[in-house]
């Protein structure tokens, strides 16, 4: 039960362990303890809901990019090859979801430790965006913004981000 709950909570941002807080609509909230599930397991889908939050971020973000006729040809670079990157972690969790179809014994560490790579990436990737919606970058200044974040040393967020520079040029 907890597989599925975290394959649609990569993709979606939310599963059905997930409650809606009273006074905020788009605050997702676990309920605190369900009997039947351990402790540790909620904090790992947690983990994994976190995830798919910050890919329905991105997801959203591109798809306003697109949606605005006025969006400049740096940042629709930029956009385009945010969507490959994406692309690539829906291919992971369909390679995930396929392992999990034949190996029911998978447990939620298996997805935590298979997408390691974009629970390091995705928060910085919507710091990045956040930035650039924030402070209006435009044009060559999105350029120096993303090279800022390629002199991170973490191996995986400067590589990606070295091929949002390279789309951009």
């Given at each position: 039960?907890?597989?599925?709950?975290?394959?649609?909570?990569?993709?979606?941002?939310?599963?059905?362990?997930?409650?809606?807080?009273?006074?905020?609509?788009?605050?997702?909230?676990?309920?605190?303890?369900?009997?039947?599930?351990?402790?540790?397991?909620?904090?790992?889908?947690?983990?994994?809901?976190?995830?798919?939050?910050?890919?329905?971020?991105?997801?959203?973000?591109?798809?306003?990019?697109?949606?605005?006729?006025?969006?400049?040809?740096?940042?629709l670079s930029?956009?385009?090859?945010?969507?490959?990157?994406?692309?690539?972690?829906?291919?992971?969790?369909?390679?995930?979801?396929?392992e999990c179809?034949?190996?029911?014994?998978?447990?939620?560490?298996?997805?935590?430790?298979?997408?390691?790579?974009?629970?390091?990436?995705?928060?910085?990737?919507?710091?990045?965006?956040?930035?650039?919606?924030?402070?209006?970058?435009?044009?060559?200044?999105?350029?120096?913004?993303?090279?800022?974040?390629?002199?991170?040393?973490?191996?995986?967020?400067?590589?990606?981000?070295?091929?949002?520079?390279?789309?951009?040029?």
């Amino acid at each position: 039960m907890a597989l599925h709950e975290a394959l649609i909570a990569l993709q979606t941002g939310c599963s059905g362990l997930l409650t809606l807080k009273q006074d905020d609509p788009y605050f997702k909230k676990r309920l605190p303890t369900i009997p039947y599930v351990h402790q540790g397991e909620l904090e790992i889908l947690d983990r994994l809901t976190q995830l798919g939050q910050h890919y329905r971020t991105l997801d959203e973000y591109i798809q306003n990019i697109f949606k605005d006729k006025k969006s400049g040809l740096y940042i629709l670079s930029f956009a385009f090859e945010l969507r490959s990157i994406l692309q690539t972690y829906l291919n992971c969790l369909k390679q995930l979801e396929h392992e999990c179809l034949i190996d029911t014994s998978l447990t939620l560490s298996h997805l935590l430790i298979s997408l390691t790579d974009y629970n390091l990436l995705f928060p910085s990737l919507v710091s990045l965006i956040n930035k650039l919606q924030t402070n209006g970058y435009r044009g060559c200044q999105i350029l120096d913004i993303i090279r800022r974040y390629t002199l991170d040393g973490n191996i995986i967020l400067s590589s990606t981000m070295k091929k949002l520079l390279c789309s951009c040029h």
